[in-house]
């Protein structure tokens, strides 16, 4: 009988395929194979992918993303556990954010032998299934934009213009967010998520001005945000509005279930914050739009949603805007506008680096009665109501 490489090898090569039967049988080797052997093997081959893609651009994160996405529930954590597996493989020091993440995502290794049985819930043909499938995932990603120096490679000591996790203005944020989202009260909502904005736009124009003074400047990174199913056009749309209200740019990889968005540190964090708490609403939004329809109505639910979506994400751009444009006027400072122009110039240009063919996905309203209700939903604080700007997303990998 083949070693457990070689079986392992044709699994792989037939779970890639269209062959269900030939998968099966491939699967069917696999189970009655020497169990200590065929474990042993899988995680080898594992580490082994996983560890090829840090320097292809990979992060935990996107790994735990696009597992969740791709993979039964067991073949993620199976797939978690491994990043951990690989990690104590790996030498140290590993950069900070890299265990931050797995730590996060609580992957733990506890020992080699007969790690596959102690996931398998008593049913090791499933588990091998599934071990097979996330191999297959592993193997097949492509490269994707390198946001951090990954592990292994030469350690950068960046200066950190993102204030620390308890720092009292992004515990004034979180609060401002945390109440808009519990509100049942649409205006207060929305006047609560523009005062956010407001102190996280002061607060980079702070970093900016203290970062053009300092000796070795930051340079744009960037952070990606998942983008799900259903209706993940609407929610790239939101990244999309919320990024450049705060002078990021955001480009979206469909096939991959994710935004990337570029720009300085305190304008990720300002992105990051207001997107998650503005999606919560959003959805809030959305859900009592429906109850508020007319009875009877006709009109498919799915092209509601969508469209009802598709119009908070662009009426929000437009006030999360006008709150940036107020406190950059406040300002008032002759240093100011250089600073930032210089600083928008060097988000697009590494974003012509990182995503050289962009293309541009042009979106549609479905339903009249969802792009009114939508854009009602977050125009009743509005600091600066007009009509909506036509927009499309900008795609790439």
């Not at 067991?74 to 951990?84: C, I, M, P, Q, S």
């Not at 702070?206 to 070795?216: G, M, S």
């Not at 540190?265 to 999606?279: F, G, N, Q, Y």
């Not at 509601?304 to 662009?314: R, V």
């Amino acid at each position: 009988m083949p070693d457990a490489e070689q079986v392992l090898a044709d699994a792989l090569a037939a779970a890639r395929g269209t062959d269900v039967r030939a998968a099966e049988r491939a699967l069917d080797r696999l189970v009655v194979g020497d169990p200590p052997a065929v474990d042993a093997a899988l995680l080898t081959r594992l580490t082994r992918g996983v560890a090829r893609l840090w320097p292809r651009g990979w992060q935990p994160m996107d790994l735990e993303r696009i597992a969740t996405r791709r993979l039964t529930p067991r073949g993620a954590r199976l797939l978690r556990d491994v990043l951990a597996a690989q990690r104590r493989a790996m030498p140290d020091p590993a950069p900070a954010w890299f265990d931050a993440q797995l730590t996060e995502l609580g992957a733990r290794w506890d020992g080699d032998p007969g790690w596959l049985d102690r996931r398998a819930e008593g049913d090791r043909i499933s588990a091998l299934r599934d071990a097979v499938d996330a191999l297959a995932l592993v193997a097949g990603l492509p490269p994707i934009a390198v946001l951090r120096p990954p592990p292994g490679g030469p350690a950068v000591a960046a200066r950190a213009t993102v204030p620390a996790t308890g720092s009292r203005m992004l515990d004034r944020v979180r609060a401002l967010l945390a109440k808009a989202e519990s509100t049942t009260f649409p205006a207060e909502a929305e006047a609560l998520t523009g005062k956010a904005q407001e102190l996280m736009a002061r607060h980079s124009i702070d970093a900016a001005l203290l970062d053009a003074a300092a000796e070795r400047p930051d340079r744009p990174g960037g952070v990606r945000l998942g983008t799900d199913a259903p209706y993940a056009a609407a929610k790239a749309l939101l990244i999309q509005e919320v990024a450049a209200a705060n002078r990021c740019e955001s480009i979206w990889s469909d096939d991959l279930g994710f935004a990337t968005v570029l720009g300085f540190p305190a304008d990720l964090a300002a992105v990051e914050l207001l997107h998650t708490s503005l999606l919560v609403q959003a959805t809030a939004a959305m859900l009592r739009g429906r109850g508020e329809r007319r009875t009877g109505s006709g009109r498919r639910t799915k092209g509601y949603d969508e469209s009802f979506l598709n119009a908070f994400a662009l009426r929000i751009g437009e006030r999360l805007r006008a709150a940036t444009a107020a406190a950059a006027e406040e300002r008032a400072d002759d240093r100011l506008l250089p600073v930032l122009a210089a600083r928008s110039d060097a988000v697009k240009e590494r974003v012509d680096q990182l995503f050289p063919g962009v293309t541009r996905h042009r979106l549609q309203v479905r339903d009249a009665e969802g792009w009114t209700s939508g854009t009602t939903a977050a125009d009743r604080a509005s600091l600066d109501p007009g009509a909506p700007a036509r927009r499309s997303l900008r795609g790439g990998r």
